[in-house]
């Protein structure tokens, strides 16, 4: 039997270490790290991998979407900064959700205009594959999903960029001062 090296306390026992405080800008700094680390990455669809293990078992593992990772770091930022946001940088957001919405429903267009001029035997392969017309939606398996994905990602980086800018306006680089 393994014992784990971890003891479960109270919650009214935990105390914090000292100088441990919660502080709004370090969490801003934290999420704006998250999307920078994530917007470094190469934009790619996620997969599934599976390998063989040395007895044969087959262990299957998710690559995840670096797209999908980057968006959703970058929603993550916009809602730790919810507070910060002020009119300049509601404006600017409001305007680039705007222009992606456009897109959006753009692509959903030609995915319809598609299932409209597609051939019988066509439209019977897609079935087969399980991919359906849905109004409204966009289908993985088409290339306008991925269109709108590089899409969201471009959305992404100009949303990061103003909320960039909102924490210069809001001071947020100022040096913190230690007293000993």
Same mark, same amino acid.
């Given at each position: ?6 003891e479960?306390?109270?919650p009214?026992?935990?105390?914090h270490?000292?100088?441990e405080?919660?502080?709004h800008?370090?969490?801003v700094m934290?999420?704006m ?14 997969y ?23 968006t ?8 730790v900064?919810?507070?910060?946001i002020d009119?300049?940088a509601?404006? /600017? =957001?409001?305007a680039?959700?705007?222009?992606l919405? *456009?897109?959006?429903l %753009?692509y959903?267009?030609k !995915?319809e ?12 392969d897609?079935g087969?594959?399980g991919?359906?017309?849905r109004k409204g ?12 994905s590089?899409?969201?990602v471009?959305?992404?980086? /100009? =949303?990061f960029?103003?909320l960039?800018k909102?924490? *210069?306006r809001?001071? %947020?680089?100022r040096e913190? !001062?230690y007293?000993?």
């Amino acid at each position: 039997m393994v014992e784990d090296d971890f003891e479960i306390k109270e919650p009214d026992e935990y105390s914090h270490k000292a100088g441990e405080t919660f502080s709004h800008s370090q969490l801003v700094m934290l999420a704006m790290r998250k999307c920078i680390e994530a917007g470094c990455q190469e934009m790619r669809n996620g997969y599934r991998n599976e390998k063989r293990d040395k007895f044969g078992n087959i262990i299957k593992t998710y690559i995840p979407d670096t797209r999908k990772v980057f968006t959703e770091s970058v929603e993550t930022c916009k809602m730790v900064m919810a507070d910060d946001i002020d009119e300049e940088a509601q404006t /600017k =957001i409001k305007a680039i959700e705007t222009w992606l919405e *456009q897109k959006y429903l %753009y692509y959903c267009k030609k !995915e319809e205009q598609d299932w409209i001029e597609a051939k019988y035997p066509q439209i019977m392969d897609w079935g087969k594959l399980g991919i359906v017309l849905r109004k409204g939606f966009l289908h993985e398996n088409f290339p306008y999903h991925v269109c709108y994905s590089m899409d969201k990602v471009i959305a992404a980086r /100009k =949303i990061f960029a103003e909320l960039k800018k909102l924490t *210069q306006r809001k001071d %947020y680089y100022r040096e913190e !001062e230690y007293h000993a």
